[in-house]
């Protein structure tokens, strides 16, 4: 495996870097909000997305029969990473989940409607598969579809949407068949966040941004929304989490944080003796620098066993992930250890060790390890699926 970029590669994110550095909006570029800064939840930051999108950068890996450049993955994983890195708003679930699932299993009539939109960032999506009682049991969720002239009629809740107070469109997944086994009777559906069937419910998480719950009560949808096949929705959603667990999760912020505390604790001194001396603190720092870079080689491979085409990487998306948010995690527990007590000091607060960063991101650390399936979830695949142990291992 080859983890250096080619010539092109290497050009692209030096092009890349350059424009975000002549690009750079204070009030867009917010590191403080952690992975949230993914999300592009203000007039502000859909204006930067039309401007990315303005540079062709949306969709480059899509065929070129629905506007995209048909390049390899590794260019999005560029400009992602590049993005993240600037706390910039990301390519996200339109280009990088949905958009490519359509391609793959949407009828010709929701390619035509969205994917043109998606390109131009003129949509943004909310994604709806958790419940009160399926959470990381994808498979057992209860929403209710039912078949109805011209269409479905969806009644239920969905919780954990983290994109619903802003979204247009809601990639949701429902119970179309009750008498089916639980992962074959699941249809994906696409409903406008406007309806008025839908009832949406802030829910304040422990990181500084909200998600929400969404009821929905005699929601119509009609056929031409349905994604695919009637009940093949959990294979798509199986997919989508796939791309999602690699898309939504990128590993710049944490390289960024690991950056700031190694910085800090060149200067920093405990009982008057140089924080950098003591063997505890050195073993902590080169701990985080050596999982960086597995990190990063776990991306590089998901990355390749992308190149190869058809259904996105599971195994490999899994190993990413779970790695990935709990070493992202850890940096900052790891920060918080060295700190001592002024690192509980709140985010903000000028007598906090670098302004108290890491009391806040630790918080929001903690939601990256849920969300796009648990840290357990990720385990119980690479078990099931990679070393092969039986399902009620």
């Not at 009160?132 to 498979?139: E, K």
């Not at 066993?305 to 992202?328: C, N, V």
């Not at 849920?370 to 119980?380: A, C, F, M, P, T």
Request: hydrophobic share 35%; glycine share 8%.
């Amino acid at each position: 495996m080859d983890f250096d970029f080619t010539p092109e590669e290497q050009a692209f994110a030096d092009e890349v870097e350059n424009w975000l550095v002549e690009n750079h909006d204070p009030v867009v570029m917010d590191p403080t909000r952690e992975n949230f800064t993914q999300l592009a939840d203000t007039p502000e930051r859909r204006a930067f997305m039309k401007k990315l999108a303005a540079q062709g950068w949306l969709g480059m890996s899509w065929p070129k029969e629905y506007g995209g450049q048909e390049i390899e993955g590794v260019y999005e994983y560029i400009l992602n990473e590049a993005l993240a890195k600037h706390s910039a708003p990301q390519i996200g679930k339109g280009v990088g989940i949905i958009g490519k699932t359509l391609i793959r299993h949407g009828s010709e009539f929701l390619k035509k409607e969205f994917l043109p939109k998606i390109l131009n960032a003129e949509i943004e999506f909310a994604v709806g598969y958790s419940e009160p009682q399926a959470g990381s049991d994808a498979a057992n969720m209860q929403l209710k579809a039912e078949k109805v002239e011209g269409g479905w009629l969806m009644n239920g809740q969905k919780i954990w949407t983290t994109s619903a107070h802003f979204a247009d469109w809601y990639w949701v997944g429902a119970r179309s068949d009750p008498d089916a086994p639980k992962h074959s009777g699941i249809s994906l559906f696409l409903v406008p966040m406007n309806d008025k069937g839908l009832e949406i419910v802030s829910l304040p998480t422990i990181g500084k941004d909200t998600t929400n719950q969404v009821f929905f009560t005699d929601v119509f949808v009609p056929d031409e929304y349905l994604v695919g096949h009637e009940g093949n929705g959990f294979q798509y959603i199986s997919e989508a989490l796939d791309l999602e667990r690699f898309t939504m999760f990128t590993l710049s912020p944490s390289t960024e944080r690991a950056r700031l505390l190694i910085e800090w604790a060149k200067e920093a001194t405990r009982d008057d003796q140089p924080l950098k001396d003591d063997p505890n603190v050195r073993r902590l720092i080169s701990r985080i620098v050596t999982d960086q870079a597995v990190a990063k080689g776990l991306s590089t491979r998901f990355v390749c066993a992308a190149r190869k085409g058809g259904k996105p990487p599971t195994i490999e998306s899994s190993q990413y992930k779970l790695f990935a948010t709990q070493l992202s995690q850890r940096v900052c527990k790891d920060a918080l250890d060295m700190q001592g007590a002024a690192g509980q000091i709140h985010e903000g607060q000028d007598e906090g060790p670098i302004r108290g960063r890491f009391e806040g991101a630790y918080r929001a650390t903690v939601v990256e390890t849920i969300g796009g399936g648990s840290s357990e979830v990720q385990k119980n695949i690479i078990a099931r699926r990679y070393l092969g142990f039986p399902k009620n291992f």
